[in-house]
């Protein structure tokens, strides 16, 4: 199950009135824009996130696979049968963006650092972004949203109205993608690296950390699963690093900020030091220190 933001505005009544999500296969100039293209990729049981006039306004969740209709004209598009589920109290971005925002992807986001949304039609919506956006239109419906699989089974057996049986069961799909995705990570790094950090050698299982160079956020299903997209390190070099404060080149050599060259000593850091990182490491080193690394 993959999560996605539809920014709607003027044809958000008319595509729920015919419960789907539509989106031509050129535009007047002969392109495909990728928020277009990307309904291609629509598969049963996806949610989705409404986006209309500033606010998150329905839920919904896709019925059938998305097909080509018109395939050969100039009416080709793309379509998918959606179920609309309409909240009673729209979501505005811009009042909640500062919760929103630390979990917006890089590149192709639905929204910009202000809560302003952006042009586009279909926008992925990573697990932790679909969470949080969970968490605030669920807010008013129960206390605890940490328990929601005690209550799964009941949801399944509609003890509950529709909307919140969405919410409830997305949270549960979600929770347990993310709990898959990540055991299944943390496994190869920990083989790749021989349970050790690949900076100091430290080898307790307890102060370990199965990091990511191409964070969660940013990466697709197949990257949130590549061994070579992440690094085994302890606790302080995996918080330096996800925090921008190390980084690699792409054949694995250290880099450091600024700020911590002058502390380098007290975490065990040299410069010039490397890790045994392999050709299928690069790419994901590089996007790390282009996109993370707070600079030298």
Same mark, same amino acid.
């Given at each position: 199950?993959?999560?996605?933001?539809?920014?709607?505005?003027?044809?958000?009544?008319?595509?729920?009135?015919?419960?789907?999500?539509?989106?031509?296969?050129?535009?007047?100039?002969?392109?495909?824009?990728?928020?277009?293209?990307?309904?291609?990729?629509?598969?049963?049981?996806?949610?989705?996130?409404?986006?209309?006039?500033?606010?998150?306004?329905?839920?919904?969740?896709?019925?059938?696979?998305?097909?080509? +209709?018109?395939?050969?004209?100039?009416?080709?598009?793309?379509?998918?049968?959606?179920?609309?589920?309409?909240?009673?109290?729209?979501?505005?971005?811009?009042?909640?963006?500062?919760?929103?925002?630390?979990?917006?992807?890089?590149?192709?986001?639905?929204?910009?650092?202000?809560?302003?949304?952006?042009?586009?039609?279909?926008?992925?919506?990573?697990?932790?972004?679909a969470l949080v956006l969970l968490e605030l239109l669920s807010s008013s419906k129960w206390q605890n949203i940490e328990q929601l699989e005690f209550v799964y089974d009941a949801v399944r057996e509609g003890k509950y109205n529709s909307l919140t049986a969405w919410m409830m069961d997305?949270?549960?799909?979600? +929770?347990?993608?993310?709990?898959?995705?990540?055991?299944?990570?943390?496994?190869?790094?920990?083989? +790749?690296?021989?349970?050790?950090?690949?900076?100091?050698?430290?080898?307790?299982?307890?102060?370990?950390?199965?990091?990511?160079?191409?964070?969660?956020?940013?990466?697709?299903?197949?990257?949130?699963?590549?061994?070579?997209?992440?690094?085994?390190?302890?606790?302080?070099?995996?918080?330096?690093y996800e925090s921008g404060q190390i980084s690699f080149t792409g054949a694995g050599t250290l880099r450091m900020s600024t700020s911590l060259q002058k502390e380098a000593a007290r975490y065990g850091l040299k410069k010039n030091m490397r890790i045994t990182a392999s050709d299928a490491?690069?790419?994901?080193? +590089?996007?790390?220190?282009?996109?993370?690394?707070?600079?030298?």
């Amino acid at each position: 199950m993959n999560s996605y933001i539809v920014m709607q505005g003027e044809t958000y009544r008319e595509e729920k009135r015919h419960g789907i999500l539509s989106a031509p296969m050129k535009d007047k100039s002969g392109a495909t824009p990728h928020s277009w293209a990307r309904v291609k990729s629509l598969q049963k049981g996806d949610r989705t996130f409404h986006y209309v006039k500033g606010a998150i306004v329905a839920v919904g969740t896709i019925q059938e696979d998305a097909q080509e +209709r018109n395939a050969g004209t100039q009416k080709a598009e793309w379509v998918a049968p959606c179920e609309y589920l309409e909240l009673d109290e729209p979501l505005e971005i811009i009042s909640c963006i500062e919760a929103v925002a630390q979990y917006l992807p890089v590149k192709y986001a639905a929204f910009q650092p202000d809560g302003n949304g952006n042009s586009g039609y279909l926008y992925p919506c990573n697990e932790s972004l679909a969470l949080v956006l969970l968490e605030l239109l669920s807010s008013s419906k129960w206390q605890n949203i940490e328990q929601l699989e005690f209550v799964y089974d009941a949801v399944r057996e509609g003890k509950y109205n529709s909307l919140t049986a969405w919410m409830m069961d997305s949270e549960y799909l979600l +929770r347990q993608k993310i709990r898959k995705l990540k055991g299944r990570f943390e496994t190869m790094q920990l083989k +790749r690296w021989g349970s050790e950090c690949a900076i100091c050698s430290h080898s307790n299982p307890a102060l370990l950390k199965a990091v990511y160079s191409k964070p969660w956020k940013d990466s697709s299903d197949a990257e949130k699963t590549d061994p070579a997209n992440g690094i085994l390190l302890c606790a302080n070099h995996a918080a330096l690093y996800e925090s921008g404060q190390i980084s690699f080149t792409g054949a694995g050599t250290l880099r450091m900020s600024t700020s911590l060259q002058k502390e380098a000593a007290r975490y065990g850091l040299k410069k010039n030091m490397r890790i045994t990182a392999s050709d299928a490491h690069t790419p994901f080193l +590089r996007w790390h220190r282009n996109n993370y690394f707070i600079g030298e």
